[in-house]
């Protein structure tokens, strides 16, 4: 992401344990192991953006990453609705840095980015109406409006992210992949073995690489200016 202290080095090596620790629980069908790992995995990404003096709104969206990850261990509707209330919050922040932070992290001929864009949209608005359209049938009546009014903050996030550069951009499309997994699954679709293993794999690369995709965006003057306090840092 980008130069760190020995204090950012462990939180980033504690967030991968963290994350391989609760996938590998996931595999072995334990409810305990994954319900001691989740918590911890935002938090400590958190932590790493604190550090590195990343932008607060950045801490903000994966703290809000990480209400939705607890409320999402308590299998109650109430509970889902309030998890996909917290990440709903964490894409706001998200596409506030998108705006504030994308002029700096892509540069590309004009016309070749109105043409990417143009085809982005029409692929976004093709996976989100395509997806919403499919699932409606089969989604609870009480949760069709939110899962649709979700589903459209979701696909904004996944789009704007691209306008950092494919880091972030590959991060937004794996948030939208790993979230219609979950829609998947309250739809009572077929799943895959596992199905919540490639949940939070998809889930925890995706935070991954939005936050690095933020990191790498930010002025020149904001990143030099972490670098010089990582390398002061003992």
Known sequence: MTETSAGAKLLLAAFALAAT??????LAGSDTAHAV???LLMP??????????????????????????VLLLADADPAFLAGMGSFAA?????????????????????ETARAREGWLVAAYAAALTGTVVLLWPDLPADMRGPV???SLLLTAMAFA?????PVAGAGGALFLLSDTLIATGIAEWPQAPRPDFWIMLTYIAAQFLLAAGVLAARPPQAARLTSESAAATP
């Open 90 to 110: 964490g894409h706001v922040c998200y596409l506030v840095l998108f705006k504030r932070h994308g002029r700096h992290g892509h540069h590309v001929h004009q």
């Open 44 to 69: 400590l990404l958190a932590g790493y953006v604190v550090v590195v003096k990343g932008p607060r709104l950045l801490t903000a969206a994966l703290l809000f990453g990480w209400g939705g990850d």
């Open 161 to 165: 992210a691209t306008r950092l550069g």
């Open 21 to 26: 620790g609760d996938l590998a629980a996931l």
């Open 148 to 150: 649709a009014g979700y």
């Open 37 to 39: 790992f989740k918590p």
